[in-house]
């Protein structure tokens, strides 16, 4: 079993940076990941990434300002969001999967409770 708690949300102005934090208790030994659901829209992959650190996932809308990046030592997954836009206002949740790398969420057996992000024009 694992359970999954994500931190570092919060309310920031378009062009501003936040960093999310998901700590994991229990073995995470596949893929984790950053997904987001925004009012009236399907939950959506914001960006996975292997145990290794050597397979990466974006979605075309946050590549170039998000950074996904994992501490296995620490067993904690981040996401660094930089360039922030009013579009990328949701809820953001952290999953975990028993497969190497995985895209569509019903790859994900874990999941956290979710951190609002919102991001004022």
């Known amino acids: 079993q694992v359970h999954l708690v994500e931190s570092g949300g919060g309310l920031v102005q378009a062009g501003g940076s936040l960093r999310l934090s998901c700590v994991a208790s229990?073995?995470?030994?596949?893929?984790m990941a950053w997904f987001r659901q925004a009012p009236g829209k399907e939950r959506e992959n914001v960006a996975a990434i292997n145990r290794l650190g050597s397979n990466l996932y974006y979605r075309d809308s946050v590549k170039g300002r998000f950074t996904i990046s994992r501490d296995n030592a620490k067993n904690t997954l981040y996401l660094q969001m930089n360039s922030l836009k009013p579009e990328d206002t949701a809820v953001y949740y952290c999953?975990?999967?028993?497969?190497?790398?995985?895209?569509?969420?019903?790859?994900?057996?874990?999941w956290g409770q979710g951190t609002q992000v919102t991001v004022s024009s």
């Open positions: 229990g073995r995470t030994s596949g893929a």
């Open positions: 999953a975990a999967s028993p497969l190497t790398i995985a895209e569509l969420p019903d790859r994900y057996d874990y």
